[in-house]
Nanobody, 121 residues
């Protein structure tokens, strides 16, 4: 079955960096769009970054210029490089997979369990 496992979360001070990874299995990784979402306490799930199967990307305005999404189809792994982190980036981060893609959570069929990112000021 499809399995998505996130890693790389943690606690960091404002201005710091983290790199999230998402290991995928159970499907043909290279044929699916992938995305990162996040959810802060008391808020809805927000699309952060998307990468299509051919590599085109899109980002939420709040992270443009600071976050970079990438994928390694040979390793079945999705990444999110997060630089210049801010306290408002604090959230649970989830990776998701679907043939369709985009930054709307409802479009994604498969989800990981999440990894926590905490940014202190």
């Amino acid at each position: 079955q499809v399995r998505l496992v996130e890693s790389g979360g943690g606690s960091v001070q404002a201005g710091g960096s983290l790199r999230l990874s998402c290991a995928a299995s159970g499907y043909t990784f290279s044929t699916y769009s992938m995305a990162w979402f996040r959810q802060a306490p008391g808020k809805g799930r927000e699309g952060v970054a998307h990468i299509a199967k051919y590599g085109s990307t899109s980002y939420a305005d709040s992270v443009k210029g600071r976050f970079t999404i990438s994928r390694d189809n040979a390793k079945n792994t999705l990444y999110l490089q997060m630089n210049s982190l801010k306290p408002e980036d604090t959230a649970m981060y989830y990776c998701a997979a679907d043939p369709s893609g985009g930054l709307l959570p409802g479009r994604y069929r498969y989800w990981g369990q999440g990894t926590q990112v905490t940014v202190s000021s």
